[in-house]
């Protein structure tokens, strides 16, 4: 199976804040890599796909970059809203697998 | 805009069987998409489970593949998941999510992923 790592695992930020999760995989995945978000007793929401495809309705804040092994997620301007979770999710082979995720508290 | 929404036993006795549905509605369960089960352990990560085509066609993960089986009704428009031989570990919430399938279209190619859940349920495994 491909091992996707997230980093940091946790992090403190401030509204208004640059934010940046990495997520890196065991093995090549090309762009095959996607991005979701998940609150407190809800389903994840899929944020991002194909590395760097926003999905509709998405605020513009979020972006994603990378491609091969190492992948990025930024939100610009972090808004009381954002304060969640945020996993990774390759596609590339089976089984998909996911990252261990991200929480993203307030300072 | 499809909706999910997953239904069954909350509680299951060790050893036994879990059962789930979801029904799919605002859409066709017969669209070219796959459906997938997703689940949560308790302040734990995500784990796919596996898929299903409207076909019958299946996807298991492996880890869970002996354990596993999927199908679908699409008279009902619904798919379903069973889960045997469990224990305290596949307590979890388990979603069920539309699958869009990697495909070729004018930008190129669009991987995997899962545009659409279900609000999740709890199954606990417990005598």
């Known amino acids: 199976d491909i091992q996707m790592t997230q980093s940091p695992s946790s992090l403190s930020v401030s509204v208004g804040d640059r934010v940046t999760i990495t997520c890196r995989a065991s093995?090549?995945?090309?762009?095959?890599l996607n991005w979701y978000q998940q609150k407190p007793g809800k389903a994840p929401k899929l944020l991002i796909y194909?590395?760097?495809s926003l999905q509709s309705g998405v605020p513009s804040r979020f972006s994603g970059s990378g491609s091969g092994t190492d992948f990025t997620l930024t939100i610009s301007s972090l808004q009381p809203e954002d304060f969640a979770t945020y996993y990774c999710q390759q596609s590339y082979i089976n089984p998909r697998t996911f990252g261990g995720g991200t929480k993203v508290e307030i300072k | 805009q499809v909706q999910l929404q997953e239904s069954g036993p909350g509680l299951v006795k060790p050893s036994g069987t879990l059962s789930l549905t979801c029904a799919v509605s605002g859409g066709t369960i017969t669209s070219t998409n796959w459906w997938s089960w997703v689940r949560q352990a308790p302040g734990k990560g995500l784990e796919w489970i596996g898929g299903i085509f409207h076909s019958g066609t299946t996807n298991y993960n492996p880890s869970l593949k002996t354990r596993v089986t999927m199908s679908v009704d699409e008279s009902k428009s619904q798919f379903s998941l069973r889960l045997s031989s469990v224990t305290a570990a596949d307590t979890a919430v388990y979603y069920c999510?539309?699958?869009?399938?990697?495909?070729?279209?004018?930008?190129?190619?669009?991987?995997?992923?899962?545009?659409?859940w279900g609000q999740g349920t709890l199954v606990t495994v417990s005598s």
């Open positions: 999510a539309r699958d869009i399938l990697g495909h070729y279209d004018s930008s190129g190619y669009t991987p995997a992923y899962f545009d659409q």
């Open positions: 093995q090549s995945i090309s762009s095959s």
């Open positions: 194909g590395a760097s």
